[in-house]
């Protein structure tokens, strides 16, 4: 499984970006896909996660302004982020893994390359 993300760049506070996850491979549909991001000198953290049977999960610090999707017929997640502030500024990682108990732990066994998100005041 290959995970390609994108969809980074740099937003103003109160602005927008639309994050995708494109994954090859045949267990995209039966598998959980996540988002992380990692601030300079931080850990990196779980933002958010969707489970292949849709279930959502959201970090405390992004619920009510990101939104999680997938469309499986193309093998993508998206992650819409609405509302940055700039304590939203990270790399974002997106992960796969089929389970998501696996993806919550911090421990998915696929991650992409990460994609910068820079949100300035």
């Known amino acids: 499984v290959q995970l390609q993300a994108s969809g980074g760049g740099l937003a103003q506070a109160g602005g927008s970006l639309r994050l995708s996850c494109a994954a090859s491979?045949?267990?995209?549909?039966?598998?959980?896909v996540g988002w992380y991001r990692q601030a300079p000198g931080k850990q990196r953290d779980l933002v958010s996660f969707?489970?292949?049977?849709?279930?959502?999960y959201y970090a405390d610090s992004v619920k009510d302004r990101f939104t999680i999707s997938r469309d499986n017929a193309k093998n993508t997640v998206y992650l819409q982020m609405n509302s940055l502030k700039p304590e939203d500024t990270a790399v974002y990682y997106c992960?796969?893994?089929?389970?998501?108990?696996?993806?919550?732990?911090?421990?998915?066994?696929?991650w992409g390359q990460g994609t910068q998100v820079t949100v300035s005041s």
């Open positions: 491979g045949s267990i995209f549909s039966i598998s959980a």
């Open positions: 969707i489970s292949s049977g849709g279930v959502t």
């Open positions: 992960a796969l893994d089929p389970s998501y108990r696996t993806l919550r732990a911090g421990t998915p066994v696929y």
